[in-house]
Structures are given as structure tokens and as C-alpha cells.
């Protein structure tokens, strides 16, 4: 990961190195945190972000459901996040906007601890590559009854950390998280589609899973190409029999799943490939059905 010049900071840009917490920040002790991870891809007319504000609605959602007031308008963390990447100079990049819980009051009623908005980018490739050998992991989701699942807040992360590390311990390349039920909730940074027959499925968030901007970008692409989509809960033997099977979020973008727990599934199929190709040319405004997803850098 290569250092960028400026992260913003409550309220204005400060060099790389200057962007530190006091260690006794309250989100660091107890996970009071949401964050959002977005990217901005090269067009050809410059850089754009793709689906800013759907980002930052579900930031301010994750800070509701968490309990934390963000001290900025959408307005003005959509202007802050243009700045950034603009000032960093970046032809494309990935934006890491993090809402905390500073240093004041130690305990864990977070009474008294300031609130902190960060926006930090970097150039950063695709991260999981050309597709995932899968384990199904030891480790279940966070259940919704002891944690919002639905909150993209740090705390509940330790779950995907877990699951990660695990997978890589065993030679695998990412986790199959399961919920609670048994029933297939996601991966540990992407959502999960599954191809059977010709059709769509994924997971609902009551399953445990993120509401994955990119989820629903698919969504979009399939309805587009006429591929049926469904929310609906699945198995794990559901991937095991599947004609295809991908994972999705903005950091991976879309990547084939090769195979589950050793099974192959058969690499990168056709429908596969059309959502991917799709994507390519949403996210870069080569198609202009969806330019509206992308808010320019330079204005
Ligand atoms: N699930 C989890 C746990 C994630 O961390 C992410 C990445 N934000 C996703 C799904 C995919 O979400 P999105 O498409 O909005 O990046």
C-alpha cells in the first residue's frame, strides 16, 4: 500500500504522518466505529467515485445504529472525500471514511468521548485477485441479536478478522461465514451470489450479511442483462451444487469462487463474467446507463 500525501481530518487536510489517535480513544478499546470503504475509478474524462452517496447514506445509517452523531452534513463529507482524493492526485483509488470514538472519558459508556471523522485514500488493486479458493469457516456471523449486523461499524469486524486468519492459516484464500441458523451470510469483506439454472441468489441482510453496495449494483446489472435475481436464504450445499458462484463488495469487486471447502465449482462462468464485464463498464463510465452512479473528482 503506497502512503498518500494528505488524509482529511474533522474539517481539513493533514499530512500522512500526522493523521494519529490518542491511545486511549474509545473506539480502539471497545470498536465504537463505523467505516465505509468506496473507491474512485478512472473514467475518460478523469476520476469519479462510484455510488458516493449511497457510501455515505450508509455511513450516517451504521453511526445511527451504533448510537454515534457524525458532526458533518452529507454535503459536506461529500465535499470533504472530492477534496482528498483530488489533493492526493489519484487517477483511481479506494477511500476509507472512518467515524470514532476519541479520547475523553475512560469507560465503556462513552459519555464524554468526542467523535472523530477521518477520510484517508490510497491507490490499492483489486484484493482478492482472479478468483477464491473458499473454506466454509469455523466461526459463525455475528448474530443480529447481539450486535446490528446491518451496521458496518469496526467492533463486529473482529469476526471477519477471525474468519480471515483462519481461512489463510489453511491455505485458503478467504471465508464462507455461516449465521447462526446454518444458513450462508457472506464472506469476510464481500457479499455472496450464487448461479443455479440460469438465475440469481444472495443472501438477505437478515442473514447476517452487509447491505453491500455492490450487491445491489449487481442487482442492477442483472435485472439489465435479464438475469433473474432473488434474495432469499441459502446453504451451504447450495454453493456446493451451484453452476457459479462469485463474491462482490468494493474492494474485490466481482470474483469468481473456484471452489468451497475443496469442491470445485468450475472457475469463472458465463454469467459471471457478463455481471463482471458490467461492472467494468459501470464503474469506469463506459456506459452510460449507469453515469449517474459516478460523481466526478474534478469539478
Ligand atoms: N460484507 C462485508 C462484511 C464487507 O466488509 C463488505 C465491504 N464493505 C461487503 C460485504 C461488500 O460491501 P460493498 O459492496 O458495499 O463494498
Redesign the pocket.
Same mark, same amino acid.
Given at each position: 500500500m503506497k502512503e498518500s500525501d494528505s488524509i482529511w481530518m474533522d474539517g481539513a487536510l493533514v499530512p500522512w504522518a500526522d493523521a494519529t489517535v490518542h491511545v486511549l480513544s474509545h473506539g480502539l478499546h471497545y470498536g465504537t466505529a463505523v467505516l465505509e /470503504?468506496t473507491r474512485a475509478f478512472e473514467t475518460a474524462t478523469g476520476p469519479a467515485v462510484f455510488r458516493l452517496d449511497e457510501h455515505l447514506r450508509r455511513l450516517f445509517r451504521s453511526a445511527a445504529m451504533i448510537g454515534l452523531s457524525i458532526p458533518y452534513t452529507m454535503d459536506e463529507l461529500r465535499a470533504a472525500t472530492l477534496e482528498t482524493v483530488r489533493a492526493n492526485g489519484h487517477p483511481s483509488c479506494y477511500i476509507r471514511h472512518l467515524v470514532h470514538r476519541g479520547y475523553g472519558e475512560m469507560g465503556i459508556a462513552a459519555r464524554g468521548c468526542p467523535v472523530t471523522v477521518s477520510i484517508a485514500t490510497w491507490e490499492w488493486g483489486a484484493l482478492l485477485g482472479a478468483g477464491v479458493r473458499l473454506m466454509t469457516s469455523s466461526w459463525r456471523r455475528n448474530d443480529h441479536t447481539v450486535v446490528p449486523t446491518a451496521a458496518?461499524a469496526t467492533g463486529p469486524y473482529l469476526n471477519?478478522v477471525l474468519a480471515k486468519s483462519e481461512a489463510l492459516d489453511a491455505g485458503y484464500d478467504e471465508a464462507l461465514l455461516l449465521n447462526a441458523s446454518g444458513y450462508v451470510s457472506?464472506a +469476510? /469483506? !464481500?457479499?455472496v451470489f450464487v448461479v443455479r439454472d440460469g438465475r440469481l441468489f444472495t443472501p438477505p441482510s437478515s442473514a447476517g !450479511?452487509?447491505e /453491500?453496495? +455492490?450487491?445491489d449494483t449487481v442487482e442492477r446489472l442483472a435485472a439489465d442483462l435479464g438475469v433473474p435475481v432473488a434474495r432469499q436464504d441459502l446453504l451451504r450445499s447450495d454453493l456446493y451444487a451451484a453452476d457459479e458462484a462469485f463474491l462482490?463488495? +468494493? !474492494?474485490a469487486g466481482i470474483v469468481p469462487v473456484f471452489s468451497l471447502d475443496n469442491r470445485e465449482l468450475g472457475g469463472a462462468g458465463p454469467i459471471t463474467g457478463k455481471l463482471a464485464d458490467a461492472y467494468d463498464a459501470a464503474v469506469h463510465g463506459r456506459d452510460d446507463r449507469y453515469r449517474t452512479w459516478l460523481t466526478p473528482v474534478t469539478t
Open positions: /470503504g458496518k471477519s457472506e +469476510t /469483506g !464481500a457479499n !450479511a452487509l /453491500g453496495i +455492490t450487491q462482490c463488495g +468494493t !474492494a
